[in-house]
């Protein structure tokens, strides 16, 4: 059982936002309260709170908007933020930007946060270019950690290549998340795949159990 | 080499280094930011130089200086700082220069907005800078065909001393996608024989100008310019051309909007509607010659763009009369949906309601 705060770091392009509103809607059916904060106030494309009608349907509420579109380079933060790590009675999964400039944003909140019973997950992609040996990966944990002043607790295989993902990069991610999980002691949390490949490896193996992600940020004429 | 996933203004930069490319002089402006980071990471590891300078002008003067003395050079920005980048852009084509420029273009006019657009095609291609010059314009439709068009770009800059502009949009640069880096096979290339690398006073001094008070040798220079512009005409043209000889309606489209074309296109034939796409690789050189090869029974000639029509005047003449022309298209920052060229498709054949 994750705890009641989630937060979710990483290398950008790792899928961290994919990931985010995908637990966010896998929570939702658990949850009668999930709120889904985004926290990315380093890159203005590809953010949850441009699917907030989405979020939505599964009763979800996105916490991000300062009132303005949803386009802006505007490093601000919405005070509703601080009510989704504080209220206890809230499942909330915030979503972090990419890098340890983007996990900076957290060091606000740190003192707050540390009250909380928190998880805050590393997603890896085995294919980005620099999250591909067990070393890079611990450097991106650690650079993390030092920004944000929070602790990783667990680690997500996330390894993919948008909608061409084999199950082969899901292995190796999921190796390579191994031998960071034997040298750190961090538990691995989640596999996650596109739901084709998701579902073909929980048929045929029964080791690990892979999340389904289905992806919202992609248009359908991305690859 | 194994695929890995990139974003495209990261695959710009690491394209640009194993091109060879050691000097990148910029200013920050979103969609294109990563394409200076990665820059500013990445260069001072090969013996590079990263610089970020003052403004777009000065950027782009830095580039002028560096490559009249042989660098290999490029610099990036989005639109509004690509306009502030013209007055270099015409010096150096002036004093024929080879560098590249990419520009990952964004909504416009003014400061017009973040998001993605293709409303600079006027600029990229007719130029923004005073004079009778020309610059190669490449328009890739993905990441993988950016990092190979960014592979060649420093070789045509020099075999025909010419700036090259990669034309991306927000969506390709901030997109995420698989790429290969594909082992570069450096070009046989000209000796630069005109760069002002130092004369040891061994040799006279070279001179980069682009400045000729005496009017005949200033029409003798644009004279030359213009036969380098033809050659480049001749052989430069790139284009993808698919399913337009039985075509009912031919689809003309470049990069992110080609993109959205291609899957209209698709839906269109499981309704049994023949629709072939025209996909410019160069914007300059125009792909006129592959409008010959258009079905002369079509019905008609859709541009597709994300801007309020620029291109269309290229399809146009290309098309010659031959075919009607209309337009499909999105602004601001929207992306059109392959539902909207669809219907622009069954409107124009009259299927539509």
């Known amino acids: ?223 | 080499m194994a695929k890995v996933l990139m974003k495209g203004n990261e695959a710009v930069g690491a394209a640009a280094i194993k091109a060879g490319c050691r000097y990148f002089f910029g200013y920050p402006i979103t969609p294109q930011n990563e394409v200076p980071e990665y820059m500013s990471k990445e260069l001072p590891k090969v013996g590079g130089v990263f610089l970020q300078a003052e403004s777009e002008v000065a950027a782009i003067n830095m580039v002028y200086g560096a490559a009249g003395a042989g660098a290999r050079v490029m610099t990036s920005s989005s639109s509004p700082g690509i306009s502030l980048k013209q007055e270099g852009i015409s010096y150096i084509a002036g004093a024929e220069l080879p560098c590249v420029i990419v520009n990952m273009m964004r909504g416009g006019p003014g400061l017009g907005s973040i998001q993605a657009a293709q409303a600079d095609y006027f600029q990229a291609t007719r130029g923004g800078g005073n004079g009778d010059y020309r610059h190669i314009v490449y328009a890739p439709a993905s990441i993988q065909e950016t990092v190979d068009i960014m592979m060649e770009a420093f070789d045509i800059a020099d075999i025909y001393r010419i700036p090259v502009m990669i034309l991306g949009d927000g969506m390709i640069g901030q997109m995420m996608e698989a790429v290969e880096f594909k082992e570069y096979v450096p070009r046989e290339l000209p000796e630069k024989d005109w760069a002002t690398s130092g004369t040891k006073e061994m040799k006279s001094p070279r001179v980069v100008n682009s400045l000729y008070l005496e009017p005949e040798l200033l029409q003798e220079h644009n004279v030359n310019l213009e036969k380098k512009h033809k050659i480049i005409e001749e052989k430069e043209v790139r284009y993808e051309a698919t399913g337009i000889e039985d075509a009912e309606v031919v689809c003309v489209a470049y990069g992110t909007t080609a993109r959205v074309a291609k899957n209209a296109i698709d839906d269109l034939a499981k309704e049994g509607i023949k629709v072939g796409l025209i996909r410019p690789i160069t914007l300059w050189p125009f792909p006129h010659e592959a409008f010959d090869k258009i079905n002369p029974q079509a019905k008609g000639l859709l541009t597709i763009e994300m801007s309020m029509g620029q291109m269309i005047d290229d399809v146009k003449i290309a098309s010659n009369g031959r075919w009607p022309v209309a337009f499909e298209g999105k602004t601001g920052g929207l992306v059109p949906s392959s539902v909207d060229v669809v219907n622009a498709v069954k409107k124009m054949i009259g299927g539509a309601k």
């Open chain 1, 1 to 223: 059982m994750d705890k009641r705060l989630v937060l979710i770091t990483g290398h950008y392009g790792s899928g961290k936002t994919e990931f985010a509103v995908n637990y966010a809607i896998e929570c939702s059916k658990d949850h009668h309260n999930v709120r889904l904060a985004d926290l990315d106030i380093v890159n203005p494309y590809f953010r949850s709170r441009e699917r907030e009608d989405l979020l939505k349907s599964f009763g979800i509420r996105l916490v991000g908007n300062v009132n303005v579109n949803v386009s802006i380079e505007l490093p601000a933060l919405p005070p509703e933020i601080r009510g989704a790590i504080e209220d206890s009675q809230s499942k909330s999964v915030i979503d972090v930007g990419g890098d340890p400039i983007g996990a900076r944003v957290l060091a606000r909140y740190s003192e707050d946060i540390k009250k909380q019973d928190y998880d805050m997950f590393l997603v890896v992609n085995a294919n980005r270019p620099e999250t591909q040996n067990k070393d890079a990966v611990i450097k991106y944990i650690k650079e993390i950690e030092f920004a944000s002043k929070l602790k990783i607790t667990g680690l997500v295989n996330n390894t993919h290549l948008l909608k061409s993902t084999s199950k082969e990069d899901v292995y190796r991610g999921h190796r390579l998340v191994e031998e960071v999980s034997i040298e750190t002691h961090l538990p691995i949390k989640y596999d996650a795949a596109i739901k084709k490949i998701a579902e073909e490896i929980n048929s045929e193996n029964s080791d690990i159990k892979v999340f389904p992600i289905t992806l919202y940020m992609r248009e359908e004429w991305m690859s």
